[in-house]
């Protein structure tokens, strides 16, 4: 598969909401998700007579190809981007980029990354995975304090950062409401007792000088990548993403590059995290004699949600990736015998959403939400390097097109240790 990036402007406030079952109220979400990006796409497709090709609804057309085959292309969600200086920092720039795990902690009183420009007082950033790993393994409870003031730490309250030129930055989104009144379709004209508010993503920066843009990318089949590319540059401002887009929401623009290569490497990731685990294990032989058996012998990986997930175990909705399903998702059947998932950290919400092309609500889905951690041990590396580099990619669970469940494996926040904050 190629793999597109995209950078997405954003040129008017985004209505982009997922409303909770039961609730009356849409609250807008602080990224663009895969599944409004790909209605877009297949939108413009469908609205132009010379799309992709000359027969959109033909039989191996690339419409179907796109969003209807067998593999089609998977629309992955585009996060905040950082504007550093004024300009826009590329996916391909940053050291790391995505959702910061679950695992993360950070100061109750101060909480954020230390060295970020707004608030140098902040205690910063650690991660707990190792740690809680290795103290339940000798017998004792992980309750870690801030270290810098030995005061209380709780999640760290980020959902998305990046590491840029050795500093760790903290991706936020800025919101706020718009208040409409309804109109009368008879008379044109405001109705009474009609009054209504949107929360929208901002088209600008706190300070109203930098635009605001989103990262993302689509992974398409290598024939067909070219093709898509060159469609969204030919419309690159005419897409609309989000709703309200009748009342002049949702105007962005969209620039690609160079189609790529999507295969992933997780190797090194993976081989530098047991390397921390292995020191850090030995680290903790001060509290006597583990419980359980060393980890010499073992390799660790985790599973790192980049996205939200919907997963089913026995037709049943889940929040746990148990070692059958991951047989399955990585295609490796059952050969190994000696996997293990050691430690689950993950929640869940709800979701729905509204089908243009139907023009019906879809489904409410139980969900695993992005940033959940996953840690499994194996005796046999070799069956899964390349199985993890694959699902990296791909991602796993239901509707994987759309943009839900994409991992990371081994994230490299997982190597930062309570003493080492950020």
């Known amino acids: 598969m190629q793999r597109i990036e995209l950078e997405i402007k954003v ?21 663009i998700p895969g599944t409004v990006i790909r209605g877009a796409v297949a939108a413009q497709i469908l609205d132009l007579s010379n799309g992709l090709s000359t027969d959109l609804t033909k039989n191996g057309g690339d419409f179907q190809a796109l969003f209807l085959s067998e593999n ?15 300009d826009l920092v590329s996916k391909d720039t940053f050291e790391e980029y995505g959702v910061l795990p679950a695992t993360a902690l950070s100061s109750k009183n101060k909480p954020g990354f230390k060295e970020e420009e707004d608030d140098p ?44 030129d050795d500093m760790y930055h903290s991706l936020k989104v800025n919101k706020r409401l718009l208040t409409r009144v309804g109109i009368n379709r008879r008379r044109a004209t405001s109705e009474e007792e009609i009054l209504y508010s949107l ?38 401002q005419s897409f609309r993403l989000g709703g309200s887009t009748s009342r002049g929401l949702g105007k962005v623009e969209i620039e690609t590059k160079e189609p790529i290569d999507a295969k992933i490497d997780v190797s090194d990731r993976i081989t530098k995290f047991n390397q921390k685990l292995k020191d850090r294990w030995y680290k903790w032989e001060v509290f006597g004699n583990p419980i359980q058996e060393s ?12 996205s939200d997930a919907i997963l089913t175990e026995n037709w ?47 489904d409410v889905e139980l969900i695993t939400t992005k940033g959940a951690v996953y840690l499994f041990s194996t005796t046999q590396p070799e069956l899964w390097i390349k199985r993890l580099g694959e699902l990296e990619m791909r991602g796993l669970g239901d509707r994987t097109c759309e943009g839900f469940g994409q991992i990371k494996i ?4 997982h190597n930062i240790f309570r003493e080492e904050a950020v």
């Open 11 to 31: 040129l008017s406030p985004l209505a982009i909401a997922r409303q909770k079952p039961g609730g009356s109220i849409s609250e807008a979400v602080d990224y």
């Open 410 to 413: 081994c994230n490299q926040f």
């Open 72 to 86: 089609p292309a998977i629309f992955q969600n585009a996060y905040p981007a950082l504007i550093f200086d004024g």
């Open 295 to 306: 980890p010499a012998n073992r390799t660790y990986f985790t599973l790192d949600l980049q």
């Open 199 to 236: 929360e929208v993503l901002n088209e600008s920066q706190e300070t109203k000088q930098d635009p605001v843009y989103y990262l993302g990318a689509i992974l398409v089949e290598q024939d067909l990548a070219e093709s898509l590319r060159n469609f969204i540059d030919r419309r690159h």
């Open 121 to 164: 007082e902040r205690n910063g950033v650690f991660d707990t995975l190792i740690d809680r790993f290795c103290a339940e393994s000798y017998g004792y409870p992980y309750d870690p304090n801030c270290p810098k003031d030995g005061g209380r730490v709780d999640s760290a309250g980020i959902t998305f950062y990046g590491k840029f």
């Open 316 to 362: 049943l909705r889940t929040t746990v990736i148990s070692k059958k399903m991951l047989h399955q998702f990585a295609g490796v059947e059952a050969q190994d015998k000696s996997l293990h998932l050691e430690a689950a950290y993950s929640s869940y919400d709800f979701m729905s959403g509204w089908n243009a092309g139907w023009g019906l609500m879809k």
